[in-house]
């Protein structure tokens, strides 16, 4: 890509490690890069493709779910193309659980930066229950970000609902004179 001798083709959009997020793709900030016609399909992505990251955060992946735009990857990313009974959601979630158990990091490469280069990638073994098991699995995991995600959203307006009312209890102290002040004393009844 910066070699200008070798940086030869048409100029096609694609997807780098920082467009890869756990179980998303920011879609936000495409770049663009010259791709040789002999590369388009080595580096192109169908609907179902899980990308991988091999670096940033080894194992980070997410599906690419569009059947419409024409998208390439670059070298920093693996796409895996799950077939033979094995559902790339299932696949994204096992990716997921095993680099958050460190099951994953046996697989790194690197002293300080990690790296999971492809060879070690194909030597990755997960669990394979049968398909309308990976699908109750997928199903059952959904379900329990959605609430997850639920709760959060929840705890943040207990937050700020908590922040409102401080600056109401601040604001009524350092305000004294305020007639409506629990502070100052009620009026006698004529």
Same mark, same amino acid.
């Given at each position: 890509?910066?070699?200008?001798?070798?940086? &030869?083709?048409?100029?096609?959009?694609?997807?780098?490690?920082?467009?890869?997020?756990?179980?998303?793709?920011?879609?936000?900030?495409?770049? =663009?890069?010259?791709?040789?016609?002999? =590369?388009? =399909?080595?580096? %192109?992505?169908? +609907?179902?493709?899980?990308?991988?990251? /091999?670096?940033? /955060?080894?194992g980070r992946c997410a599906i690419w779910q569009s059947? /419409?735009?024409? $998208?390439? +990857?670059?070298k920093a990313l693996h796409r895996a193309r799950p077939?033979?009974?094995?559902?790339?959601?299932?696949?994204? $979630?096992s990716l997921m659980v095993d680099t958050r158990n460190?099951?994953? #990091?046996?697989? +790194?490469?690197?002293? &300080? $930066?990690?790296?999971? @280069?492809?060879?070690?990638?194909?030597?990755?073994? +997960? %669990?394979?229950? @049968?398909?309308? /098991?990976?699908?109750?699995?997928? !199903?059952?995991?959904?379900?329990?970000? !959605?609430?997850?995600?639920? $709760?959060?959203?929840?705890? *943040?307006?207990?937050?700020? &609902?908590?922040?409102?009312?401080?600056?109401?209890?601040?604001?009524? #102290?350092?305000?004294?004179?305020? @007639?409506? %002040? @629990? &502070? *100052?004393?009620?009026? #006698?009844?004529?």
């Amino acid at each position: 890509m910066l070699d200008k001798a070798k940086n &030869t083709g048409s100029l096609k959009k694609y997807l780098r490690n920082t467009n890869v997020q756990w179980q998303r793709l920011d879609l936000d900030d495409w770049k =663009e890069m010259k791709f040789e016609e002999n =590369e388009l =399909e080595e580096f %192109s992505l169908k +609907f179902g493709d899980l990308l991988i990251c /091999e670096g940033g /955060e080894p194992g980070r992946c997410a599906i690419w779910q569009s059947h /419409e735009k024409e $998208i390439y +990857f670059q070298k920093a990313l693996h796409r895996a193309r799950p077939w033979a009974g094995i559902l790339p959601k299932y696949l994204e $979630i096992s990716l997921m659980v095993d680099t958050r158990n460190n099951r994953l #990091a046996a697989l +790194f490469t690197g002293a &300080t $930066i990690k790296h999971l @280069p492809g060879d070690k990638l194909a030597k990755y073994l +997960f %669990s394979l229950p @049968p398909v309308a /098991e990976q699908h109750r699995i997928v !199903t059952k995991v959904d379900q329990l970000m !959605t609430l997850c995600d639920q $709760i959060k959203t929840h705890l *943040q307006h207990q937050q700020q &609902t908590r922040l409102h009312l401080a600056d109401a209890i601040v604001a009524q #102290a350092l305000n004294p004179t305020n @007639p409506n %002040s @629990p &502070t *100052q004393p009620k009026a #006698a009844n004529p």
